[in-house]
């Protein structure tokens, strides 16, 4: 794990992971917003999305129009899209496969979360790049 860190409130842990209790069993999926901070990032909000996958038990895929929508409307303010949050429902809070196929913008933050409702979820962050895939960050639950 590097000492990079995303900063992601209580609030903002307990939103995405409501979003993959209601989505359960299949994968929610959403977008963070936020900025850079010289340790990381912080996320200054979550966006749950719709997931348009055709199999939604099994994969995520963010409608392009709502990302584009959420782009918009950050556009002229200091927050940016930082990363993506998904669940893997019954599954573990760390990139499967399919995430590691499916990667492809580089210095991008993904927010997983893991289990089940009923069993407990697990939430884990990770950064994707190019040259190095996905590695684990801290994940501050700070203010």
Do not use: K
Request: net charge negative; charged share 20%.
């Amino acid at each position: 794990m590097t000492g990079r860190t995303l900063h992601l409130s209580d609030e903002l842990a307990a939103c995405v992971l409501g979003a993959a209790a209601r989505a359960y069993p299949l994968e929610c999926c959403g977008l963070i917003e936020g900025c850079d901070e010289t340790d990381g990032w912080r996320a200054t909000a979550v966006h749950d999305l719709v997931n348009v996958a055709e199999d939604p038990a099994r994969r995520f895929l963010i409608d392009p129009q709502a990302q584009f929508d959420v782009m918009r409307a950050l556009r002229g303010s200091e927050r940016r899209i930082i990363g993506c949050f998904h669940s893997h429902p019954g599954g573990a809070a760390e990139p499967s496969a399919t995430d590691r196929a499916n990667a492809f913008e580089s210095d991008f933050l993904w927010l997983i979360a893991g289990g089940s409702p009923d069993g407990g979820l697990t939430l884990r962050a990770f950064h994707f790049a190019q040259e190095a895939g996905f590695t684990p960050i801290i994940l501050s639950g700070d203010d």
